[in-house]
């Protein structure tokens, strides 16, 4: 079998998306090999074991979240903290075009896997730790605007356990009724954050020493 036809990335893409709208257990690999259009010995060629594959597609997904994910929001969004708003739009437009069956692709897996392969939950936590990091650095960039203090890092973590929960609630009921409750709400607290920044630097040009003019 030919090794560089695509045929290994050709079964990552199907994994993938098998994994994301059914999960990892219910998924088999003849399934894959059927969706990927290759043959079942190809698949266990670059993949002995089900978990092999599995722990590639997180890799690949973690490969993917910068070109597939942030930099079509980033491109449209200029300003940081709109970066983060995008990112959290992007996930609500996936639940409506999937009618709700795809959500967060990590999550489902960390619930599905995370206490039966370790191996693989290191990889789920790199993935969300990834994810973290464009945040932070959306809030970073931000970080003139914001209170003195705020830790990026903590943000992030706020908005990625809104998405997670937020993500969950709109699946379970079918509506975007939660969802839309939570951005809102997370929106709020930023603009918040925003002011009160915005509040400080006032406050800092006004007790700032004024320069004398020269005679």
Known sequence: MPIGDGTREKLLDAAMELFAFQGYAATGLAQIARKAKVLPGSLYYFFPSKQDLLNATLERRHELLQPEVLDPIWTKHED???RVFGL???YRHMLEVTDFQH???IGNLVIEVGNTHPDSRRLLVRNFDNWLDAIEACFASAESRLPAGIDARRLAVFV???MEGAVMLARAYRNFEA???AIIQLRDYVERLLADGQVETSRKESHAP???RRA
Do not use: H, M
Request: aromatic residues 6%; charged residues 30%; proline residues 11%.
């Open 179 to 181: 969802y839309d409750a």
């Open 80 to 82: 940081p903290i709109e």
């Open 88 to 90: 959290l739009g992007g």
């Open 103 to 105: 959500g967060c692709p």
């Open 160 to 162: 990625l356990t809104t």
């Open 210 to 212: 004024k320069r004398r």
